[in-house]
Structures are given as C-alpha cells and as structure tokens.
C-alpha cells in the first residue's frame, strides 16, 4: 500500500500462526502443506480495511432525529443513550461489527460508553479493535469534580480489563469526549493517562463551526490551541474529524505527529463541512477513515466512505488529483493502522504482519471490466463484494457469510432493543 502501490497479479499470502508468512507471486511460492486453501480466483487481496472512528452501539439510534445539525442531533441522542444499558450497548454493537465483518472492516476504534459491552461483542466476534470508554464531565461547560473522578475510575477500570485481551486483538484506549464537553482537569488527566501506560488519546476535534466558535468564546483559543496549551497533543493522538482546521492549526497538528480522522459522509450528513484532507496531507498529518457513528451516517461500509472521501476533495477543490484512489485506500488501510498505533501489525499485506485480509470479488458485473483495480476499488465497489474475511489467521466471513456470529439472532436482538429504546425515549 505504498506509493504509487503495488499489486501482485496471480499472487498468494500464506499464514501461520496468525501471521502473514509469506506473500508473492504464485509462480515462485514455495513449497506449503496447508491445512486450508481459501480460493482467491477471480478475486483481490487486500489488508482488511480500518475504520478508525465510530460509536458501534449507535446502530440501534438509526434515524433518529432526521435533518437536525449536531447541537440539535446530539441532544436527542443523548436523550435516547440514557435510556440505554449494558444490554442494549451489546445488542447494537453486535449488529455494527456483523455489519462491519462483512463489509471488509477487520478493525475498528470506538468511544462509547458501556464499553465493556462493546469488548465482549468484539471478543466473540472476531474482530480487531482499539476502545475507549467515552469520558465526559462537563457537558455545557458546569464541570462536577465528583464526575470527573468516576470518569477517570471508570476508564481506568475498562482499561486494566480489556487491554490486551484476546492476545492483544483488543486493546484500550483513553477517550476524553471532546474540548467542549470535558474540564480542562479531565483533559490534563486523559493526556497523562494515556502517556504513562501507553496508550492512545480519542478525542473529537473541530468538528463543527459552532463547536469552535464555543470554545474560542469560552477558553479563548480554537480547539487545537486549547489542547496543546495543555500538552494534550502528541504522536499517539486520534483526533475525530477536524473539519474547521485552518493551515496553522493543520502545521500544528502535523509538527505534533496527530493523526486525524475523517469521516466525510457523517460530517456531511449533519451539515458539518468538508474537512481539509487535501491540505492535510500535503502537510504530513497523517489522516485515517472512519464512519463515525451508524446513527450519524447511517452506514458503516468503508468502501462507501472511501469514494465519498475521495470525490469530496477532488469536487471541492476542482482537482481531480487532490485525493487519489490510492490516498483513499491507504486512509482505510495503513494510514488507519498509523492512526491506532497498529501500522507494525496491521494495514499491509506483508511477511510477519498480522494476517488480516479480505477478498473483493472482481466477477461482479460493476467489477468485471474496470482496467485500473485501485479506482475500481475506490469508485465501483462496495462492502457487498467483499466475500471473504480473515482476522489473524482466522476466517470470519466465509461466502458472505459471518461464521462467527448468529446473523438471524444478532439482527433479531438488535431490532428488539432498537424497538424497546425508541419507544422509552
């Protein structure tokens, strides 16, 4: 996934131990005694794909307050997430990572709360994830002490639970909500946190012009300002969005090593803006994909977010070449696995990384002529041609179909508290 690429006709990857062993031309492959051969014929290998910010739970939120902008959007969310449980966090988190598997997703970063719920259904599932328990402590500026304690407690207990769990398929993160609903106390105490026990800072960042507007109005600095005045900034940063980032807060942000990630079809979705990824870029920030929230998008298909990810800067800054299929496709790769601290292990099909790999079926009918595979990755196809998944070494989505996880019960599940929820709040 470097450039300008590299794509290896006629090729295999071979796995042991949940590793990527060996990868190539088939004509040179060694000699191999394979306990399983997966087909790849009439197929393309790719590393699994990263969606590297979303709310998973939020699957069972869909639809809810329609044609709102955040401020308005998020205020009946959060009506509706107070009615919600472990139980009901499992049920929608279960539904979002199935969907997930099946559209190539073989790793995903989320700050929720009731995360442990979100770890369990990532634990059976399959699946790779980076999680943080979703802190807030000062919604509307009124900081509670009491409540910035039993954040920090709360994080710190998830973390010392899960991270690392499964082998290290899942690990924690420290996720302090955002500069406008956390202290600057809780914001001091996330960054420290996070860099005494290694870990990765979550935090959404400039997403809306109103959310910069307050925070100028309230502290005097924009966004980023404010969290480096802090010391909060810093090379294990994944900072959601940054759609209101202007140049000296984009050279800020790369000379701090921040990663930032885009999620092009929520921000538009909610009337947020068009982040500057082109701009970002060029700057050396490094800038990763996601979905945001299912509720907020409503999908959470990253090929989908790849094409929009992609026409968005060429149409918004009349330049066909100011995001290229192989800039998206490395936002949703490797620049996902930068962004989680994971590109050592993950985001490249190459010898000793974790074998996390999907196959994209070309012998679909918007598939079968394209001349440049990148662009047809990018522009033609979307989750439903992803056929198979495997996370370290295992196959969780075989034919299209999740082997991991009851996909009648999952659905059923999730529509049940879906139902429950809605008619509460």
């Not at 060694?30 to 590393?47: N, Q, Y």
């Amino acid at each position: 996934m470097d450039p300008p690429g590299v794509v290896i006709r006629d090729g295999y990857v071979a796995v042991e131990g949940g590793r990527i062993v060996s990868v190539g031309r088939r004509s040179s492959m060694p000699p191999i005694s394979a306990e399983e051969v997966v087909d790849g014929r009439g197929r393309v290998a790719l590393p699994g794909l990263v969606n590297a910010h979303t709310h998973v739970a939020m699957t069972l939120l869909r639809g809810l307050a329609p044609d709102r902008p955040l401020d308005e959007w998020l205020r009946e969310v959060w009506r509706a997430e107070a009615e919600m449980g472990p139980d009901e966090v499992l049920a929608g988190a279960r539904l979002g990572i199935m969907e997930m598997l099946l559209s190539g997703t073989t790793t995903f970063s989320d700050m929720y709360f009731h995360e442990e719920s979100v770890a369990e259904a990532a634990l059976e599932s399959g699946i790779r994830a980076v999680l943080s328990y979703g802190m807030i402590d000062a919604p509307g500026w009124e900081r509670d002490p009491d409540k910035t304690d039993r954040e920090l407690r709360e994080a710190i207990r998830f973390m010392e639970e899960w991270h690392m769990a499964a082998g290290g398929r899942i690990r924690a993160a420290v996720g302090p909500h955002a500069p406008y609903t956390c202290s600057e106390h809780l914001l001091r105490a996330s960054a420290d946190l996070a860099r005494s026990r290694g870990l990765r800072l979550h935090i959404h960042l400039s997403e809306t012009r109103r959310e910069v507007e307050e925070v100028v109005e309230r502290v005097g600095r924009r966004p980023p300002s404010y969290l480096d005045s802090l010391g909060f900034l810093g090379p294990n940063v994944m900072a959601a969005h940054g759609v209101w980032l202007d140049r000296e807060e984009i050279s800020l942000l790369a000379s701090r090593g921040v990663s930032v990630v885009h999620c092009p079809a929520s921000n538009l979705k909610l009337a947020s803006g068009i982040a500057p990824v082109a701009e970002m870029l060029r700057e050396g920030v490094n800038v990763a994909l996601g979905t945001d929230g299912p509720a907020s998008n409503d999908s959470l298909d990253m090929f989908r977010e790849m094409r929009l990810a992609a026409l968005l800067q060429r149409g918004a800054r009349l330049d066909s070449r100011a995001l290229t299929s192989w800039d998206a496709l490395r936002m949703a790769t490797v620049n996902g696995a930068r962004a989680l601290g994971l590109d050592g292990e993950i985001g490249t099909l190459e010898t000793g990384k974790r074998a996390d790999v999907i196959l994209v079926d070309l012998r679909r009918p918007h598939l079968s002529t394209h001349s440049d595979l990148a662009s047809a990755l990018v522009f033609s196809a979307t989750g439903s041609d992803v056929d198979t998944v495997i996370v370290d070494g295992r196959v969780v989505v075989r034919a299209g179909r999740v082997t991991t996880m009851d996909e009648s019960q999952v659905v059923e599940g999730a529509s049940e508290a879906a139902s429950k929820l809605i008619s509460q709040s």
